[in-house]
């Protein structure tokens, strides 16, 4: 079998099947070919590339070498004279920390939805039912009310309006079966630890070395696994992407235990090792290399423990991805013509007989023990990753998801690196600023021995000495002498200070060069590290803090993104997964997920952001202005409601705000037209009934008139008649006999009323007259004396009554 890049051609160019691909030679050759691929010694790819890795993390955590300042300073001879503290900045961790911190501020979630035909027959069924219920709301209370059944889902609220409802498809139109999925895919990354732990880790990762990696893998109990992959660790094949879509092989170089490899491959758990083998490897172990080095005894294969069990060595786990056609002939039986499908191609086939191929794509998986030459595990994957769509049944994936941000010739540059250069300048000042301190000399004073000498001392006591004078100028400043000595000739200044001016010059340009190349660190990085602390100043409006953090985002945001793709691979993986464990009867995840609930399912899955606290507080500041400036507007949106929406989502959290802001205006609006209609109708109202009471008026004025005019015509008719009857009297003629009884009945309706009114005038007098007698004492006995010819004439006969009429009558035609 041929060695080297020729095993791995002819390996993906064979036309053998999967049976011959599963034969260990293949997998030993291929290992073998690998492990040199990543071993190849100083210089190769992998060595470069963890030599690299190794001085990011360094410099991430504040350990660089500093042999190479003492070079540059020449204060590494045998005697250094100036004590120099060789610590260096910490400025790279601190920018590294300041990012993962504000990285880690963020949340995701993995989402989940139904791609199957199935279940995107049950959503288009809910719309169109919602559609209905929302065009017909009023037809269906009516109808609830008639029949006393319940016939609007209880479940879900009818929306409003067409925006209303295209908005709860687009957000909130989630399948039974779509919450599960997406609570066990979650589920699964939280008990990981990719919310919280690892997230940090490969966030670390992706910054200093601006690799992350992940390796998913289900075990024999349907449980699923998440492991993290050390970027140092990472081995792959060529690829020109970030995502390493065109590799052939990945894997990872991990240390297992000799108990974890005897549970794996043991003899006595199934395997093929044994204890004499594992002895073999757990000699090649760092451990084995101490001083009390064990030798092999023959209890050892019985005993329940061996001193070697937690040695670790190291091992080689890959997958590598081909294609594998497998052929099958098409055989027709003479006797009834039926097709039949045999697995392989026969020696002697039949003119009849067809050959077809299935071809698919199968990952294989190896672990070798390089150090032995030991073959540990080769065949096809177990719980291989497919795709659930079954058009691309035929595809499969690597349980290794792996992400290397721009990606040139298999390379990055991640922050230690990007910002090397003025790193070291920035030390390389400080350490000349520490050397210039050390070797500072203070301010000092040259002294005039001579001129100290000629000092006339006077009468100054216990100043004995120049020395003497020299303290009494250290500690007061003071200085008194004589200008000219007993000959008169001129005595110079004998103490003058000295001005130290070169160090304030050196130090403030060693601090000019700290800032230039700090300047050249910020444009390296493409942000400052200060940037957020700056903005977040009490002076400072919101719209600068949302610069900064998206001046911020721009630069570094890539490395962030590298961790969102794997963990968005990673749960589509996830997905995969938790389908197969479900449907082939593992218990572990039943608490979540039926069988029934994804057989005959699709489902695709994506990361979403959830908001920050940041994103979150702005909602809710806005918000509680909006209730407070119009306190009309809580009775249409739920505020616990949209701060619980917000911490999911805040751009739903504002949609459904201003859709209760809608409903108010509208709301307003509609009782502004609702009132403007009942002020109309109020005072149409009150138009018709004030023409209704001039019609009344109207009516009862022209009622009047015609009453009185009535009234004047019969007046006028007696009148008339009257006439008549008196110019007949006049000329003394007799009445007609058919007149006599209108004669009559004229006279009578005359008469009488105006007798009778004649009467009333009379009575009234004689009362009148009667209360003015009462008056006085006098006028009662005239009172009483005119009572009884009153009561005389009062007293008339009946038959005197019944001549009254008799004489009213010749009265009346006298």
């Not at 540059?72 to 900045?89: C, F, R």
């Not at 069924?125 to 009310?145: G, H, I």
Request: charged fraction near 25%.
């Amino acid at each position: 079998m041929p060695d080297g890049s020729e095993i791995l051609k002819e390996f993906q160019l064979t036309q053998d099947g999967i049976s011959k691909k599963s034969d260990e030679s293949y997998g030993l050759s291929l290992a073998k070919y690998i492990a040199s691929t990543v071993n190849s010694g100083v210089g190769s790819y992998y060595f470069n590339r963890n030599a690299r890795y190794r001085q990011n993390r360094n410099a991430a955590n504040g350990r660089i070498r500093m042999q190479k300042f003492m070079d540059l300073l020449e204060l590494n001879g045998k005697q250094n004279y100036v004590n120099i503290n060789w610590q260096s900045i910490r400025i790279v961790n601190r920018i590294v920390a300041g990012l993962v911190g504000r990285w880690m501020s963020k949340s995701e979630k993995i989402s989940v939805k139904a791609t199957d035909t199935l279940s995107v027959k049950e959503k288009h069924a809910q719309y169109k039912e919602l559609e209905f219920l929302m065009k017909n709301n009023a037809l269906v209370e009516n109808l609830e009310q008639a029949s006393g059944v319940k016939l609007k889902p209880e479940d879900i609220k009818i929306p409003a309006d067409k925006e209303e409802l295209d908005l709860w498809v687009s957000q909130f139109q989630r399948l039974p079966e779509e919450i599960k999925y997406e609570m066990g895919c979650n589920q699964a990354l939280e008990s990981n630890g990719w919310f919280d732990v690892l997230k940090e880790k490969m966030l670390h990762d992706s910054a200093e070395v601006g690799f992350v990696g992940t390796y998913t893998w289900m075990d024999e109990q349907g449980v699923i696994h998440i492991d993290w992959v050390k970027p140092e660790n990472a081995f792959y094949s060529y690829s020109e992407y970030n995502d390493f879509r065109d590799t052939t092989w990945r894997g990872q170089v991990r240390a297992m235990k000799i108990s974890e490899l005897r549970r794996k491959y043991g003899e006595e758990f199934g395997g093929k090792l044994t204890e004499r083998q594992l002895y073999e490897l757990a000699a090649t172990a760092k451990e084995f290399q101490l001083a009390d080095k064990i030798s092999w005894i023959d209890q050892w294969t019985s005993t329940y423990a061996r001193p070697y069990d937690e040695f670790n060595i190291d091992v080689f786990e890959f997958e590598l991805k081909t294609v594998d056609s497998e052929a099958y002939t098409v055989v027709t039986t003479k006797k009834n013509k039926s097709t039949l499908l045999k697995k392989g191609i026969p020696t002697k086939k039949d003119e009849s007989d067809s050959i077809i191929e299935d071809t698919k794509w199968n990952i294989y998986r190896g672990v070798y023990a390089k150090n032995q030459d030991y073959l540990l595990e080769w065949g096809i994957k177990t719980n291989m990753i497919r795709p659930q769509d079954p058009k691309e049944i035929g595809n499969a994936e690597f349980s290794y998801s792996f992400f290397m941000y721009q990606n040139y010739e298999m390379r990055n540059l991640a922050i230690p690196e990007k910002i090397e250069e003025p790193t070291d300048q920035m030390i390389l000042a400080r350490l000349k600023m520490q050397q210039l301190v050390a070797k500072m000399r203070p301010t000092g004073a040259k002294y005039n021995i001579d001129a100290l000498q000629e000092i006339d001392l006077g009468l100054a006591g216990g100043v004995s000495s120049p020395s003497e004078i020299q303290k009494i100028y250290d500690q007061t400043g003071n200085l008194y002498f004589r200008g000219r000595d007993a000959e008169g000739n001129p005595i110079p200044v004998p103490m003058e200070e000295l001005s130290n001016s070169g160090f304030l010059g050196q130090m403030q340009g060693l601090i000019s060069l700290y800032q230039f190349h700090y300047q050249v660190l910020k444009d390296e990085l493409g942000e400052d590290p200060n940037l957020i602390a700056q903005a977040l100043q009490p002076r400072v409006t919101s719209s600068n803090v949302n610069t900064a953090q998206d001046a911020a985002n721009n630069a570094t945001g890539y490395m962030y993104d590298a961790y969102k793709w794997v963990i968005a691979d990673t749960a589509k993986k996830v997905c995969c997964l938790l389908k197969d464990s479900v449907t082939y009867g593992s218990k572990v995840y039943r608490e979540l997920l039926k069988e029934e609930d994804v057989a005959g399912r699709m489902f695709s899955t994506t990361i979403q952001l959830l908001p920050d606290e940041m994103e979150i507080a702005k909602f809710e500041a806005l918000m509680n202005q909006a209730i407070g400036s119009n306190p009309q507007l809580i009775m249409y949106i739920d505020p616990f409601q949209l701060m619980r929406v917000a911490r999911e989502d805040a751009k739903l959290a504002e949609t459904l705000f201003r859709q209760g802001q809608k409903k108010m205006i509208a709301s307003q609006q509609e009782q502004a037209a609702q009132q403007s209609q009942m002020n109309a109708q109020v005072q149409m109202q009150s138009s018709q009934a004030a023409e209704q009471e001039k019609r009344a008026t109207m009516q009862l004025e022209v009622e009047s008139k015609g009453q009185i005019e009535s009234m004047l015509s019969k007046e006028r008719q007696k009148e008339t008649i009257l006439n008549g009857i008196f110019s007949i009297y006049a000329k003394g003629l007799q009445i007609p006999a058919e007149l006599k009884s209108l004669e009559t009945e004229i006279l009578q309706n005359v008469a009488l009323p105006l007798f009778a009114e004649n009467m009333g005038n009379v009575q009234a007098m004689a009362q009148d007259a009667q209360a003015t007698q009462e008056g006085s004492p006098e006028e009662q006995g005239m009172e009483q004396g005119q009572e009884m010819p009153q009561e005389g004439m009062e007293q008339q006969s009946p038959e005197q009554e019944q001549q009254v009429p008799g004489q009213e009558q010749q009265m009346m035609q006298q």
